[in-house]
């Protein structure tokens, strides 16, 4: 869950002061159609926006701000034209005014609005990082508040809160209200884990009030003792070293970034970013050295949702079940990398623009990393069976990595997209950060009667158990847009007829997804091997081409399934989906997601059962991690993390790597010493 | 599966030639009592060996000679013990002395045989290289075979033959025999894709002849076309190309290598090697800072047996039910690993010794490689929720990894431990070599009528379906021998009385495994936290100290129960097993698995259903692939990998690693120019 960010809106301020009094270039400066909005964008956006709906009583409050996609026929045109083509920039707005929830679309070029719908349906934007900031200034100047303070004995002024977003459990009408928890930095930057329990606080986000509030019961606050995390503060013994480890290139890097185009080795890709999707994934195609051209793979892959549904049913949690991306934005929440600790020393930075609520554009420093890893083996094999000859061959392999990292209030994810010249693509997710705590009376586990809804990871401090649902929107593309899903089920065949000596075999059979009902997968229910094809196209023995997901092991969600979260977060119900492409269908838990009542899912769109045979497709996957807490994870976690791969299957005509060569030696013996 | 190594036995010879003619010194030559044997062991061993048992009749045949491990007790001596106590060496041998196998146990130190078992039960020990050699040497001058080429218009001096075990399919009487398979060299090294099909030729190991031949069809011999893998050999285009990367460390490497004990970061262990089981990691112990102490996690762990069933139940293939370990020997398979290509730059090698039939060692030059890798991130966090106060804490990642690979005929298998500062220890697996491909006349999908048993990868080249189970044995001793095996299910609980506005939620139940029966689990089939915990220790919260299994996602054998191959390899029916450690059970397919019975496998030994509560235990953990191959695995395969992770649960009282100090940054200008 996210919470408050003054820094940042302090910054808001200054730019948005400064708009107003500059005279700005509205030129767009960009490079490629999928390019994020530029500064220049955002400005235009944010002036058309203001000059036609801005009011001293209308005040526009810009949720979202982002590309609004170019069609793929014109992606395609963009990318074989010879001569340039005019690139189309248009902009899809989701700004509350008065009271409403505005999709306007912009066209940026033309300087025009090009259409503007109010939304009718259920639902809220993403809330904007500024009035998260506001609703948690609201406690310290609320009187019950403060009397609750005084009643535990605390210092108002080491009172940190953060907004929590509230899901939806049946109300009939739904307000835009976040539910305020409020935490003592008394003695520790690490407020999270120093809850004050035993309040409920809602705030009206339109209002900007503080509209329910009771103080139910006392709980002891955590203790700060162990919970500093910050190097400056720790005391001695420091421990365990490590020696200093950095990669060094003496051709330098093996990628070439041409503002946000990648080429490195056999890959070509596009790196995009939006306020809501963070980072995204498109146009990836591979270089086939037989076929001498590049080949597309994905049209584009992001994360489209992350549910992180608690599993306390109390008063104090059970609202939480969060949806990241939907409700605080994976945008907005992406953090600037620190050089030299979240990625190594040789890495390339991206910098990119993310909007403040009044739409003026600010500096995101570091957003993205781009770097090369030694990775493991490419392939290799030592043969010693022909006689008088010794063979041994080995190929060093270099992965290149891209990652951002997106901090939604406690939980850091870290988000890479590991490619390998031998055709995978690796997304992988790792937790790092600070588990959402309880605080209890309880001391040790000696004194637990009944349930506790986590476990005791320190003492008064109990780890809620929740998921971590990551849905990863996968549009391929396996070389052209009409593609088609295959599941090979393994399956046993018993042997009676005494043909051989062996009484059982498995074998495959393959069956090609007709409608997206067939394609509802859980995993690990029967082994089978999941692949994306083009059924247009074959191998020179015949096999249609294709990429397969290689997954992580499955975590279904366990909600039942009319309970409120899990209708929200209904992606969830299978580990796989494939649609039909359909440029609106982005979120899989629905464009409005705040306070929303699951009637715009992946869930319910497939309901249609559309046909998925020879289409542009998109797979849909999700990767769960289910979290018992431990006392590992406090009071900082160490990396958790699982990956995916999709991995080529019959895509080539053979190991697209055979004719790689391992880069030349590089043997560090230090410089020599200078006279 | 093996083959033959002409080059290896050749070395033996002259080995072997040299040893009569030198004085030996016999001195034992080792550090810790869990070391390999050295050089001088392996020479006393043979020569009380030879003095007792060989005569001109009686050739003495060594199939396996290894370290007989001292007592679990000894070592706590050894280790606790601060004057130097005197090292027992033992070996345990098994070597065939007139069609019998002994097993013999000898004192190294008093140079003495302790006893002498022969072994009367089903099964034969593992092939030596030199019967391997030999028996591929069979067909090259036995007519019928020489017959069936000149049918097949192929020349004799481009075969080179390779010998397959033979696994056992319920003939009342076994003998020594194995199935020799051959294939072209022409134009290629890659013989292992270009099979002569078609015919089966059994040999007998202890007469050394072919005493089965039928020819029974004729298939084409897939081309060579396409199928070199050496760099020498291929024409240009190359690609794709990469920048060369290796790793830079100012102040070395962070750890110390004393003959096999390891010292890195918080964690000490000991890498020991072993013909059959291949590296061995025993002893690993962390640091705990808030303890002052080294703390055991895992008293031993190497991976005990590798079973490779194929799926083709017809006379070509349907005897290949591979046990890597038992039939071909992790060490004895294990290559020397190529510097900068298999292991980093900055790598360290462990060389080690392998012995011949007649008992006379010889050095594996790199056996093993010790290095440091950049990981990810190790923790972070960023804090904008504290007014006036940014907060960015990230630790770099560093990891240690231990490599071997081990070749075993056409496959490469490269087996990693990867040690983390955090207390995870991860070891993976990955495939890469070369596919079993059987020869067909079909050259496109369009042909095929009826089963394949596989997937056409290359014209007339079918690769065979089938499976890498690879079973880990893992004797954890956390914090002491006596542990406890803790399954926590995560079960779903319906709320119905309205006390929550949720109408469900998760919560976890765990149960301690009392006896054998209750630790056998399939993984997936629901959602669970496996613990081996030390029930005898807690936290100061109260949790017991454990660390926790995080698997892969896991493949179980899809053979019927009934089925040869799968009672020979039953230790796969469960993904996970527990059982009391008893220092006979070490090879979870038997002691003798050539031919073997599966009278002595796990499956059956934990039939006696032992108590495991509080006891010494040890967790057996099966990591399976199911290989549906693709045309990228052709002609050498790219890198498959999978991995576990075995994470401190509640074993520290917090995160071990929150006082790391990232290491000092090394950023690389290159060289200053000298004048």
Not at 129 to 142: A, D, F
Not at 145 to 161: M, P, T
Not at 555 to 573: C, K, V
């Amino acid at each position: 869950m996210a919470s408050t960010t003054p820094m940042k809106l302090a910054l808001f301020s200054i730019l948005t002061l400064l708009y107003f009094q500059a005279v700005i270039s509205l030129t767009p400066l960009h490079e490629h159609p999928l390019d994020p909005l530029t500064k220049e964008e955002f400005l235009t956006v944010q002036t058309l926006v203001h000059n036609k709906y801005h009011t001293s009583k209308n005040k526009v409050a810009f949720h979202y701000i982002g590309l609004d996609d170019p069609d793929k026929d014109y992606i395609s045109k963009y990318e074989h034209e010879k001569v340039p083509i005019v690139i189309h920039r248009k902009s899809f707005v989701i700004a509350i005014i008065n009271g409403q929830s505005h999709e306007i679309v912009i066209d940026i070029r033309l300087k025009t609005i090009v259409s503007d719908n109010v939304h009718k349906g259920y639902g809220f934007p993403m809330l904007s990082l500024e009035e998260q900031g506001l609703v948690t200034k609201l406690p310290l100047k609320y009187p019950p508040f403060i009397a609750s303070l005084k009643k535990r004995g605390l210092n108002l002024s080491e009172v940190v809160c953060a907004p929590f977003s509230m899901g939806w459990f049946g109300e009939e009408e739904s307000k835009r209200t976040v539910r305020v928890d409020c935490f003592m930095k008394e003695n520790t930057v690490n407020f999270f884990v120093r809850p004050i329990s035993g309040l409920t606080m809602v705030a009206d986000l339109g209002l900007m009030k503080i509209v329910e509030y009771h103080d139910r019961e006392v709980e002891v606050v955590p203790t700060a003792e162990n919970t500093e995390y910050k190097a400056s503060k720790q005391r001695p013994p420091f421990g365990p070293k490590q020696h200093s480890l950095a990669s060094h290139q003496p051709q330098g890097p093996g990628f070439l970034i041409n503002g946000h185009s990648v080429s490195w080795a056999n890959w070509k890709f596009h790196i995009g970013f939006d306020v809501r999707a963070g980072i995204i994934i498109s146009l990836a195609s591979i270089y086939d050295l037989e076929k001498h051209k590049s080949r597309r793979v994905l049209y584009k892959g992001y994360i489209s949702e992350l549910f992180v549904p608690y599993q306390d049913p109390t008063e104090e949690f059970y609202f939480k079940t969060f949806f990241d991306a939907g409700e605080y934005g994976f945008g907005r929440s992406t953090v600037s990398l620190i050089p030299n600790r979240d990625c190594p020393p040789h890495s390339h930075f991206i910098d990119t623009y993310i909007h403040s609520v009044d739409g003026t554009p600010s500096l995101l420093k570091n957003a993205i990393c781009v770097f090369e890893q030694y990775g493991s083996i490419m392939w290799r094999h030592t043969e010693t069976s022909i006689p008088n000859e010794f063979i041994e061959e080995s190929r060093t392999e270099v992965n290149l990595i891209v990652r951002t990292v997106v901090t939604v209030g406690n939980y850091d994810n870290v988000l890479d997209w590991e490619f390998k010249t031998s055709g995978s693509i690796k997304p992988s997710i790792a937790l790092s950060g600070i588990l959402e705590i309880k605080a209890t009376n309880i001391k040790h586990n000696d004194e637990i009667k009944g349930e506790l809804y986590g476990k005791l990871v320190s003492a008064n401090s109990i780890g809620i158990y929740h998921d971590h649902f990551y849905i990863y929107y996968l549009d391929f593309d396996i070389d052209g847009a009409e593609n088609s899903f295959e599941k090979t089920n393994l399956k046993t065949v018993r042997i009676t007829d005494g043909s051989s000596k062996r009484k059982s075999y498995w074998t495959t059979e393959t069956q090609t997804a007709k409608t997206e009902s067939d394609a509802k997968i859980t995993i690990g229910s029967a082994p089978a091997e999941l692949v994306v094809i083009n059924s247009n196209k074959k191998t020179a023995v015949g096999n249609h081409i294709g990429y397969r997901l290689i997954p992580a092991i499955p975590a279904h969600s366990l909600l039942t399934e009319d309970d409120y979260p899990q209708i929200r977060g209904a992606f969830t119900n299978y580990n796989v989906w494939v649609t039909p492409y359909n440029r609106t269908e982005k979120w899989a838990g629905g464009l409005y997601v705040d306070h929303s009542r699951g009637d715009d899912t992946l869930a319910v769109w497939t309901k249609q059962n559309r046909d998925i045979v020879n289409k542009d497709i998109v797979m849909w996957h999700v990767v769960g991690i289910h979290h018992v807490p431990t006392q590992e994870d406090f009071p900082i976690m160490p990396l958790l993390s699982t990956s995916f791969e999709l991995r080529p299957t019959n895509f080539f005509e053979r190991n697209p790597v055979l004719k790689t060569l391992s880069p030349g030696d590089v043997v560090w013996h230090g410089c020599p010493k200078s006279n």
